[in-house]
Nanobody, 114 residues
Framework: QVQLVESGGGLVQPGGSLRLSCTAS????????MGWYRQAAGKEREVVAT????????SYADSVKGRFTISRDNAKSTLYLQMNSLNLADTAVYYC???????WGQGTQVTVSS
């Protein structure tokens, strides 16, 4: 059974930083590409960043490019998202998931507010 546990969210001021973590179990983490997604209130869920199973290739939504960094530690089955220069538009619930599998975790709330 796929289990995804996101953590690290919180309240931060504009311009601040947060580091999200996602601990995965129930599937061979090191063999799966992974992604971070987010859903703001009243909006559809969108992909934020993806990373290949080896960690060798990453991609980002234009809105976060240059500010967010996705990474992974396959030995720990953990995915990370370093978020810098946060702005109000980054407020959302953030989720992690392998694109190839179904099911979502509970997500972690990120709120950017002054």
């Amino acid at each position: 059974q796929v289990q995804l546990v996101e953590s690290g969210g919180g309240l931060v001021q504009p311009g601040g930083s947060l580091r999200l973590s996602c601990t995965a179990s129930g599937f061979p983490f090191s063999r799966h590409d992974m992604g971070w997604y987010r859903q703001a209130a009243g909006k559809e869920r969108e992909v934020v960043a993806t990373i290949r199973y080896s960690g060798g290739r990453t991609s980002y939504a234009d809105s976060v490019k240059g500010r967010f960094t996705i990474s992974r530690d396959n030995a720990k089955s953990t995915l990370y998202l370093q978020m810098n220069s946060l702005n109000l538009a980054d407020t959302a619930v953030y989720y992690c998931k392998p694109p190839s599998l179904v099911g979502w975790g509970q997500g972690t709330q990120v709120t950017v507010s002054s």
